[in-house]
């Protein structure tokens, strides 16, 4: 496991963290399609706290894209960077989300993150922050909507509905199972919200949420068990 510390410089008020979006954010990439769904590597990454004994891990977790199979994993465990701010939870998690990304083996190619991309109040979730920083392409798929609107989707798998905020869609609510309860996917950098709803349907052969998901949770919390025993 990689031991992290806080970056020099990383932002330590609400102020530089919104400074640090509102630069990075002009950087996110659109148009780009991404990789193709089932194809190279798909990799899940998320993130446990201990906020009593200041601890945070971060879990990364290759998969075949074809089968799904792991290929490959990896954690890092640091100090918490930032105080817990919704629209600002990135700046909590991206130290040691790095770190283990960079501990990976292989390429991890796109990666997947628990949370939001362009939706998000300022347009600059997790995934695209760490979409910029790294250059790899991502996407968010999230359990709830955050602030946005939408209409519930048909209830088979693969239906679909706009989420919206009142510029317009911010990305999508998909059924990924059916009669359950949707996810909130978005586009986090480099991929396009059509192909990340793709990847989505490609990872969720059996479950409501991601298999990239599901894994670097279950890597997580073990780490954190772990690191804090």
């Not at 609400?14 to 190279?40: F, H, I, K, S």
């Not at 990872?203 to 919390?221: H, K, Q």
Request: aromatic content about 6%; charged content about 20%.
């Amino acid at each position: 496991m990689t031991t992290v510390d806080i970056p020099a410089g990383w932002p330590a008020t609400e102020e530089q963290a919104r400074a640090v979006q509102d630069e990075l954010r002009e950087r996110v990439v659109t148009d780009e399609p991404g990789p193709p769904p089932g194809t190279g590597h798909v990799t899940g990454v998320d993130v446990a706290y201990d906020d009593e004994r200041d601890v945070v891990v971060a879990a990364a977790v290759v998969l075949d894209a074809a089968g799904l199979a792991v290929v490959a994993e990896a954690t890092a465990v640091g100090r918490v960077s930032f105080p817990y701010v919704p629209g600002l939870l990135a700046f909590r998690e991206i130290p040691t989300v790095l770190a283990a990304l960079e501990a990976l083996p292989c390429p991890p190619g796109l990666v997947v993150c628990d949370g939001y991309g362009l939706a998000h109040p300022r347009r600059f979730g997790l995934a695209s922050h760490l979409g910029v920083l790294t250059g790899l392409p991502t996407i968010g798929v999230a359990k709830n909507p955050f602030t946005f609107t939408y209409d519930d989707p048909g209830s088979a798998r693969g239906s679909s509905s706009p989420l919206r905020a009142d510029a317009g869609e911010v990305g999508r609510v998909l059924r990924t199972r059916d009669g359950v309860k949707p996810v909130f996917v978005s586009v986090g950098h480099r991929v396009t919200l059509d192909n990340a709803c793709a990847h989505t349907l490609a990872l969720t052969p059996e479950y409501r949420l991601p298999e990239t998901t599901r894994r670097a949770d279950a890597l997580c919390r073990r780490a954190l068990r772990e690191a804090t025993a």
